[in-house]
């Protein structure tokens, strides 16, 4: 009989603990993601599915069904006008921002956490949290200036520079949060056997804070990939545009050629699709302890 009991008593248990888990469960969180992924597919769908259809194709048969005779002509018409060499510029562009822009604000946010105590330092670090509050469309004029006066202008240079400048204060804000969280007592360890600040910087700080380092790289990179702004005032000539402003004359080329239109969107959107499923982890988990703690 005890044991019937007990056994009674444990089918409860478990019973209320399942419905716990139940209750846990984000029902509302989960149907609305769901439903959000199927709006942002929609648009990626139609493009897909627009750039294998013929001009002809495209009028007279459904905007949403697949093409009935895919062609892959809308691609070779991209790559034939000069694409690559357009893609190749926002290389370029992106990795020369990009590269020194989270250099400069790793070192810069390392600095800034190890010497708290130094006014130069602090008064660097609300020049940098400054910088977030300035958007580029308030100051593309004098950056325009400086650019003449440099006589950097109609050249990639005059991309990258500036791109370093406005990338560096939320990259200094994210690289700061993730080192002021390295106990002190591994750089007081590193201190203790002897490791000069720069072996500190880059032996302790740089691994530790890794994940954050990854986030910084795709963010930036994302958004100088798709800089719009910057390579429109700073450059004129076609062999200087990147992948955006190519896109718009590209269009005002092809006139009403949808499927072209979208079969060059699809081949410049390729690398940020691949970079974000390669770094996607990093980046979600480098922005959610950046700016939660």
Not at 13 to 37: C, D, E, P, T
Request: proline share 5%; hydrophobic share 50%; glycine share 8%.
């Amino acid at each position: 009989m005890a044991t019937v009991t007990v056994s009674g008593s444990g089918n409860a248990q478990r019973r209320r603990g399942a419905g716990y888990k139940l209750s846990k469960l984000n029902i509302f969180g989960g149907v609305f993601g769901w439903l959000w992924l199927f709006i942002v597919m929609i648009p990626i769908y139609w493009i897909v599915i627009t750039s294998f259809k013929t001009q002809a194709n495209y009028f007279i048969t459904n905007t949403f069904a697949p093409p009935s005779d895919p062609t892959m002509d809308n691609y070779k018409t991209v790559l034939d006008n000069e694409i690559v060499r357009y893609f190749l510029n926002s290389v370029v562009v992106t990795l020369g921002a990009v590269v020194p822009a989270v250099l400069i604000s790793f070192m810069a946010a390392y600095a800034i956490i190890r010497g708290i105590g130094n006014r130069f330092l602090r008064l660097t670090n609300s020049l940098f949290l400054l910088g977030l509050a300035i958007p580029l469309q308030a100051v593309i004029i004098p950056v325009y200036l400086i650019i003449i006066r440099l006589k950097l202008y109609d050249t990639l240079l005059a991309i990258v520079l500036p791109s370093i400048a406005f990338a560096i204060p939320l990259s200094v804000l994210v690289l700061s949060n993730f080192i002021r969280d390295v106990p002190r007592e591994l750089f007081e360890s590193m201190r203790m056997d002897g490791a000069t600040e720069w072996g500190t910087l880059w032996r302790l700080a740089f691994p530790l804070t890794r994940p954050a380092l990854v986030t910084v790289t795709i963010y930036n990179a994302l958004g100088i990939w798709n800089g719009f702004l910057l390579p429109l005032v700073l450059t004129q000539s076609a062999d200087q545009r990147t992948i955006p402003l190519a896109l718009v004359n590209f269009q005002g080329q092809f006139g009403v050629n949808t499927p072209a239109i979208a079969a060059s969107i699809t081949l410049t959107t390729l690398p940020i699709i691949i970079l974000y499923a390669i770094g996607r982890r990093q980046l979600l988990s480098g922005l959610t302890a950046g700016f939660g703690k």
